[in-house]
């Protein structure tokens, strides 16, 4: 295992052999590997993973979204085709404490490497597999990518403008957080590996993690509420809880509770609202939603977004610019917090977000640039007790294929 620089971090020690592709998994062991695991991303000959065509924007060669989901990782290149190949990865996970794929279930029991081959090779494994749809059920062959899942989920049919077709929420949301929910799994399993020596087989899925997105919709229509569509951000539990138009632009106002309903209408000058028997609660505010709603953006309609929000500040209503991606970038809180990171050697064209925890305890993020296709194969398979000649025989013969020149930067 290969030195890791500022090594205290809770995940040291702990090595992921990643054969996962496009966006959830590489998300997944992305996170695991800034919490100081060696992760060994295995690719395909050729193209490696798929998302390394993801573009444009490419910056010199590197498509933008494969380096915001690979960060410190390393990569080897094997054909799994091929049986040297496959036997190379088996001794990979050999050495391996969590091995994550991707891949269809019939192709993994052909490859032999599905999850019972290879638990008893090495009954201590924490084997992930994440797909669309899960590993059973009747669809659980078929492929998913986000916007199927959010498809899926019904969480388009709740996103979108008032009275407009459903939406799909413009980012990777389902492989994102499905890439949460893999590390969370996984770490859970790593702790009790520690203590006792045992394997898991996780199964992550975009639907569920999508259907988890929709439990507070879900649970809502189930007790009654009428079936929900696209609202343009305000049909919610909560009211008031949308965006506004004020003199110049969109803010958001979030009112969670009775006192903060009434500290807002104060603010507002719209204390008879405040003083209305039949608003103050929210249930009685969702009924009259209409109505609050047009008196409340006639208010806000006669001052600027900056002049809004400092009074919102002022009386703790939570309240936001709906800004554009050109503002968050150089918002005070996220450049304070040091949510962008510039990936090493890219001259500041290529960013990617940190992980969105913070441990006192490594304060200092690991932040090493994505690895170029196969830069680690070579010096892996010399790690696995290849001898020179036996690896270079493996590239002879198409089985492992080595970058040509190493890592081109570190942190």
Not at 99 to 106: H, K, L, V
Not at 217 to 229: K, L, S, W
């Amino acid at each position: 295992m290969s030195a890791r620089p500022n090594s205290d971090r809770p995940l040291d020690g702990v090595r992921v052999i990643d054969l996962t592709t496009s966006y959830a998994g590489p998300t997944a062991s992305m996170y695991l590997a800034d919490l100081g695991a060696t992760v060994i991303k295995v690719e395909r000959p050729g193209g490696g993973d798929d998302a390394r065509g993801w573009g444009p924007p490419f910056v010199d060669g590197t498509s933008a979204w494969f380096a915001t989901a690979n960060r410190n990782k390393e990569s080897v290149v094997l054909d799994l085709g091929q049986e040297p190949g496959r036997d190379a990865l088996r001794r990979l996970v050999e050495s391996a404490d969590v091995f994550m794929q991707n891949m269809n279930p019939s192709k993994l029991q052909r490859l032999g490497i599905d999850a019972e081959s290879l638990l008893a090779r090495r009954p201590s494994l924490v084997y992930c597999a994440m797909s669309g749809f899960g590993l059973d059920g009747p669809d659980s062959h078929l492929p998913g990518y986000d916007l199927v899942a959010q498809a899926r989920s019904g969480l388009m049919s709740v996103t979108g403008e008032l009275g407009r077709a459903p939406q799909r929420v413009s980012t990777a949301l389902s492989d994102v957080v499905t890439g949460m929910c893999a590390a969370i799994a996984i770490s859970a399993a790593l702790v009790r590996q520690a203590r006792r020596g045992t394997g898991e087989i996780i199964d992550v899925s975009l639907l569920d993690t999508d259907l988890a997105l929709m439990a507070p919709r879900i649970g809502a229509f189930h007790a009654g509420d009428p079936e929900p569509a696209p609202s343009g951000g305000t049909d919610s539990v909560l009211a008031v809880y949308q965006p506004f138009q004020t003199a110049d632009r969109v803010i958001v106002i979030a009112i969670g509770n009775d006192a903060m309903w009434q500290r807002f209408c104060a603010a507002t000058g719209l204390e008879d609202l405040g003083a209305d028997p039949d608003l103050r609660d929210n249930s009685g505010r969702r009924a009259h939603r209409t109505r609050i709603t047009e008196r409340i953006g006639q208010v806000l309609a006669t001052r600027k977004a900056t002049d809004w929000l400092a009074v919102m500040e002022a009386v703790s209503v939570p309240a936001a610019m709906v800004q554009s991606l050109s503002e968050v970038i150089e918002d005070p809180q996220v450049v304070a917090r040091g949510a962008l990171m510039e990936v090493p050697g890219s001259n500041g064209t290529l960013v990617t977000v940190r992980s969105p925890f913070r441990l006192r305890t490594s304060m200092d993020p690991r932040n090493e640039r994505f690895p170029a296709l196969g830069a680690d194969t070579e010096r892996v398979l010399l790690e696995l007790g290849y001898t020179p000649d036996e690896a270079a025989e493996l590239a002879r013969r198409g089985s492992a294929t080595a970058a040509p020149s190493a890592r081109e930067a570190t942190s």
